[in-house]
């Protein structure tokens, strides 16, 4: 399983950001998504999760009402969609894919990269 994230850059406070992560190796639309992200000197934390139909999503309350999940399983795709960008948002940027609806991080088996998000106040 491969999981390539993209979409990262730097982006005044305010701004917005569209991270996407193209997955492969297994049935897509089997497999619930998540995004994480780690801030310098910090632990990896949840963002937001997608089931595997894409009907339902959580997130946490720091982006709540700004970022948006999405997944096209069409295309093997998951988005995150960053409105409203705050300097606190700064961190890398990480896709996971896993079989359990969870915002732990044992719930999700494969991850990406990572993609650096760096807002500037």
């Known amino acids: 399983v491969q999981l390539q994230a993209s979409g990262g850059g730097l982006v005044q406070a305010g701004g917005s950001l569209r991270l996407s992560c193209a997955a492969s190796g297994r049935p897509f639309s089997m497999y619930v998504m998540g995004w994480f992200r780690q801030a310098p000197g910090k632990e990896r934390e949840f963002v937001a999760r997608?089931?595997?139909?894409?009907?339902?999503?959580d997130y946490a309350d720091s982006v709540k009402g700004r970022f948006t999940i999405s997944r096209n399983n069409a295309e093997n795709t998951v988005y995150l969609q960053m409105n409203s960008l705050k300097p606190e948002d700064t961190a890398v940027y990480y896709c996971?894919?896993?079989?359990?609806?969870?915002?732990?991080?044992?719930?999700?088996?494969?991850w990406g990269q990572g993609t650096l998000v760096t807002v500037s106040s």
């Open positions: 997608i089931s595997r139909a894409g009907a339902t999503t």
């Open positions: 996971a894919t896993g079989s359990q609806y969870g915002e732990q991080f044992a719930a999700y088996d494969y």
